[in-house]
């Protein structure tokens, strides 16, 4: 079997697995130490073969000069939409950290393997679901697509607004503690609710060891709240897929 590609299209495959793998190397549900980066890389190319035919108009001149500067846009574009999906989608685990610090779990932090750093127990259980819950809504398609739209506003021969950005990259930022309040907020209200009762009973029965009672009656409120929630937790999800093909959308079009 003979595969042929002409010189033109050759350039435009490797711009676009360049802002793909920029993208992968970022972006969830890929971009974790579970996936081997040769996965991440040969995922890139095959992606790439896929969307070059409709981007080679755009390519550039296959001459060193213009071909090295077109590749660092591409690695800059795709790092660009990547770290924005990244960031909309931390707002889970920044919910599980909130649920963490109310319900006396932050003190417990265990160490992430497929991010490679310490997090907190909630925070953790809450990367994973979102992670599954991904695939499972199949919420990781909406957001490939909106990355792929990436190529019709924003071609091989385009340039990105670092002004638009900004705006876009503050809007994500205020979206995401937003949405890890949404999440977090009624589990908050419920431990704090029970923090002040607490400290009513300790004032209307100072014989009572409260500190005492405290701690089992906070981690049978934290457990049972947080199963709970896990019937919305898909619909999150979706919202947050959306979000995110939406903002990397907003990024191209700028």
């Not at 992968?24 to 992606?47: K, Y």
């Not at 001149?61 to 071909?67: D, G, I, N, S, W």
């Not at 790092?79 to 919910?95: C, Q």
């Not at 990355?147 to 990105?160: A, H, V």
Request: aromatic share 8%.
């Amino acid at each position: 079997m003979n595969l042929a590609i002409g010189t033109t299209q050759l350039v435009a495959l490797l711009l676009c697995s360049l802002r793909i793998a920029a993208w992968l190397e970022i972006a969830p549900p890929l971009a974790t130490a579970g996936v081997p980066r040769l996965v991440r890389l040969m995922l890139s190319v095959a992606i790439g073969f896929a969307v070059s035919k409709q981007t080679m108009s755009h390519a550039p001149a296959a001459e060193l000069a213009p071909f090295l500067g077109s590749a660092v846009l591409q690695l800059t574009i795709g790092a660009a939409l990547g770290f924005l999906t990244r960031m909309l989608f931390s707002a889970v685990e920044a919910a599980g950290s909130l649920i963490d610090l109310s319900g006396g779990f932050s003190l417990a932090s265990v160490y992430d393997p497929t991010m490679q750093n310490n997090t907190s127990i909630f925070g953790r259980f809450y990367g994973v679901m979102a992670s599954a819950l991904l695939f499972a809504t199949d919420a990781h398609l909406i957001i490939i697509a909106g990355f792929l739209r990436s190529f019709d506003t924003l071609p091989l021969d385009g340039s990105i607004s670092l002004a638009h950005l900004d705006r876009v990259l503050a809007s994500g930022a205020t979206s995401m503690f937003v949405s890890a309040l949404q999440v977090a907020a009624p589990l908050i209200a419920v431990l704090f609710l029970a923090d002040v009762a607490l400290g009513l009973l300790s004032r209307i029965s100072p014989q009572l060891n409260v500190f005492q009672m405290s701690f089992p009656l906070k981690i049978m409120l934290t457990l049972g709240l947080v199963g709970l929630s896990f019937a919305t937790m898909p619909q999150v999800i979706q919202g947050i897929g959306n979000s995110a093909a939406s903002v990397m959308m907003k990024v191209a079009g700028g």
